[in-house]
C-alpha cells in the first residue's frame, strides 16, 4: 500500500480554508436581525425560551392558543425586549388548524421584514400531554395528542419552512421532543404522549433529508423531567411520582425552563451551521442509567 508523507509545511489550500472562515464566538450564539417563532410561548418552556431569543438579540413571535400569554413572565419578557429595543409579541392561535396557522405566520414573517429582523429561526414548543393506561386509552383521546404533537408540530414547520423557501432564508427549526421518545418512562401511563415524540424525532430526520439542500436546518431538542405547568398539575395530584424520576436524576435534581436556554439559542444559532436532523438530549442523565 502507498503511503503519503504529509510534510508540517504543507500549506492548506485557499479554498478549504475559505470554508473554514467562522464568525467570532460571540456570533456563534447571537440571534441577532432575526424573528424566531415560539409556538406554546404562552406559558411554561415555551415563554422561557422566547426570553431567551431576546436575550440572544432575536426578536420573540409568541404562539399559543391561550387568550393570553402568563401575566408575570409576559412582563418579564417586555422588560427585556425594551432594555434591547427588541420586539415580542403575541399572538393566540391554534396550531392544529392549518389556514390560521399559515396566516399568523405569514403577518409574523411580514412584520419581521418591515422592522429589519426577517423570520430566522422557529421552535416548535406546544404540545399536550395525557396519563391514561393503554388498555383503557379512548381512540379520540389519543388522536387529541397526536393532532397536537405530531400534526400541529408539522403544520408549524411546514410553513415556517414555506416562508424559509420563499424568504430564501437558512433558517433554523428546532422542536421540542422529549427523552420518551425513546425511552418509556417509568411508572407513567402516557403511551399517546410518548408515540408523539418518537414521532417528532422520525419527523426531524425526515424533513431535514428534503430541506438541507434549501439551508434549511431542522433538530429535535429532547428534555428530561422539568417542572412546568404541565408537569406540576401531575406531581401534586400524584407526589410519588417524584420519587421514581429523581431516582434517575444523576445530577440530583428535575429540570427547570432555564436549563434549555442555551440549547435551544445554540441549535437556533450559526454556531450549529453543520447540524441538521439531529436529537439533542438535555436529561439531566436519566437515559445514562437503566
Ligand atoms: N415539562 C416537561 O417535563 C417536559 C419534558 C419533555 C418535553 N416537554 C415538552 O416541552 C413542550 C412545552 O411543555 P411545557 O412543560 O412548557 O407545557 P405547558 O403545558 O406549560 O406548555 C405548553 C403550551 O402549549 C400550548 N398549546 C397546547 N395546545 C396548543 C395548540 N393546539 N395550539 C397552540 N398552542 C397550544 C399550551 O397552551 C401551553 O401554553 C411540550 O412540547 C412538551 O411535550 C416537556
Known amino acids: 500500500m502507498g503511503s503519503i508523507s504529509i510534510s508540517p509545511d504543507t500549506a492548506v489550500p485557499a479554498h478549504i480554508l475559505e470554508s473554514r472562515q467562522t464568525p467570532a464566538n460571540a456570533a456563534l450564539f447571537s440571534l441577532s436581525g432575526k424573528t424566531v417563532i415560539i409556538t406554546g410561548g404562552?406559558?411554561?418552556?415555551?415563554?422561557?425560551?422566547?426570553a431567551?431569543?431576546?436575550?440572544?438579540g432575536g426578536c420573540a413571535a409568541c404562539i399559543d392558543i391561550l387568550p393570553a400569554p402568563s401575566g408575570a413572565e409576559w412582563n418579564d419578557l417586555q422588560v427585556i425586549a425594551k432594555k434591547s429595543n427588541l420586539r415580542a409579541t403575541y399572538h393566540k392561535c391554534d396550531i392544529t388548524t392549518e389556514s390560521e396557522l399559515s396566516e399568523c405566520f405569514d403577518q409574523i414573517a411580514a412584520e419581521g421584514t418591515r422592522n429589519g429582523a426577517p423570520l430566522g429561526g422557529t421552535i416548535a414548543c406546544a404540545g399536550i400531554q395525557q396519563k391514561i393506561p393503554a388498555v383503557d386509552y379512548p381512540a379520540d383521546s389519543f388522536r387529541r395528542i397526536m393532532d397536537v404533537n405530531v400534526t400541529g408540530t408539522f403544520l408549524t414547520i411546514k410553513h415556517s419552512a414555506r416562508i424559509f423557501m420563499a424568504e430564501r432564508t437558512k433558517g433554523?427549526?428546532?422542536?421540542?421532543?422529549?427523552?420518551s421518545g425513546q425511552v418509556a418512562n417509568r411508572g407513567l401511563t402516557c403511551t399517546a404522549y410518548n408515540t408523539s415524540k418518537a414521532a417528532v424525532q422520525q419527523m426531524?430526520?425526515?424533513?431535514a433529508q428534503e430541506w438541507g439542500q434549501f439551508g434549511i436546518r431542522v433538530n429535535t431538542l429532547s428534555p428530561g423531567y422539568i417542572r412546568t405547568a404541565m408537569t406540576d398539575e401531575l406531581l401534586t395530584a400524584e407526589?410519588?411520582?417524584?420519587?421514581t424520576w429523581m431516582a434517575g436524576a444523576l445530577l440530583g435534581r428535575?429540570?427547570?425552563?432555564?436549563?434549555f436556554k442555551?440549547?435551544?439559542?445554540?441549535?437556533?444559532a450559526d454556531g450549529s451551521s453543520f447540524m441538521t436532523g439531529a436529537d439533542l438530549r438535555v436529561d439531566g442523565g436519566h437515559c445514562a442509567s437503566a
Not at 204 to 207: D, E, L, P, Y
Not at 254 to 259: A, N, V
Open 42 to 50: 404562552g406559558r411554561g418552556l415555551g415563554i422561557v425560551l422566547a
Open 254 to 259: 428535575l429540570g427547570t425552563p432555564e436549563d
Open 204 to 207: 426531524c430526520r425526515s424533513v
Open 52 to 56: 431567551a431569543v431576546l436575550e440572544a
Open 172 to 179: 433554523s427549526i428546532v422542536m421540542i421532543a422529549s427523552m
Open 239 to 243: 407526589p410519588e411520582v417524584e420519587k
Open 262 to 268: 442555551a440549547p435551544a439559542v445554540f441549535l437556533l
